[in-house]
């Protein structure tokens, strides 16, 4: 059974940085290309960034705009979110999530919510 | 960017109903299309690929229809479970999603 568990989020000031997890289970981890979303409250799902299942090849969403780096460690099927220099419109709910071939989100986690406030 | 936009963002509908949603796209995409079912507080579940092909283990009173700019995902008699909030996503260039239809019990 696919099981996707984020961490690493919580209440953090504007400025400040984050690093997203998710421990990754039931699935060939390094074959999967992974996603992050996200979804403010109340509100819609927003796509923020995409990885190959090699690490090779990384995609952001242009609101991201250089402040979030993506990136996985296939030995650990873990894969990260960093996200520097948050404002608080980055407030959401962010999952973690499989990529089906032809970029469908097939599996998601819980997620885990960022606030960003001070 | 692609820009996706649903309609309506509400819809008010009783058991029994068919019900009709409608995503449009910016620039052609194809067929590279899909919808999720989202109810609150759970993560979304992809119900529709490829614009028309059902995911596995989805029942047969969803279908979707469309290509190019225009899709719709129809529910053929609407049942207790399916009130949730539907997304529409376009995979064509990276990924964007639609802003959501939630259908509520008239």
């Known amino acids: 059974e696919v099981h996707l568990l984020e961490s690493g989020g919580g209440l953090v000031q504007p400025g400040g940085s984050l690093r997203l997890s998710c421990a990754a289970s039931?699935?060939?981890?390094?074959?999967?290309?992974m996603t992050w979303v996200r979804q403010a409250p109340g509100k819609g799902l927003e796509w923020v960034s995409g990885i190959s299942g090699s690490g090779g090849s990384t995609y952001y969403a242009g609101f991201v705009k250089g402040r979030c780096t993506i990136s996985r460690d296939n030995s650990r099927n873990t894969l990260y979110l960093q996200m520097n220099t948050l404002r608080a419109e980055d407030t959401a709910v962010y999952y973690c999530?499989?990529?089906?071939?032809?970029?469908?989100?097939?599996?998601w986690g819980q997620g885990t919510l960022v606030t960003v406030s001070s | 960017d692609i820009q996706m936009t649903q309609s309506p963002s509400t819809l008010s509908a009783s058991v029994g109903d068919r019900v009709t949603i409608t995503c449009r796209a910016s620039q052609s995409i194809s067929s590279w299309l899909a919808w999720y079912q989202q109810k609150p507080g759970k993560a979304p579940n992809l119900l529709i690929y490829?614009?028309?092909s059902l995911e596995s283990g989805v029942p047969s009173r969803f279908s979707g229809s469309g290509s190019g700019t225009e899709f719709t995902l129809t529910i053929s008699s609407l049942q207790p479970d399916d009130f949730a909030t539907y997304y529409c996503?376009?995979?064509?260039?990276?990924?964007?999603f639609g802003g959501g239809t939630k259908v509520e019990i008239k």
């Open positions: 490829k614009a028309s």
């Open positions: 996503q376009q995979c064509n260039t990276y990924l964007s």
């Open positions: 039931g699935f060939s981890f390094s074959s999967q290309d």
């Open positions: 999530a499989t990529l089906t071939s032809g970029w469908y989100v097939g599996y």
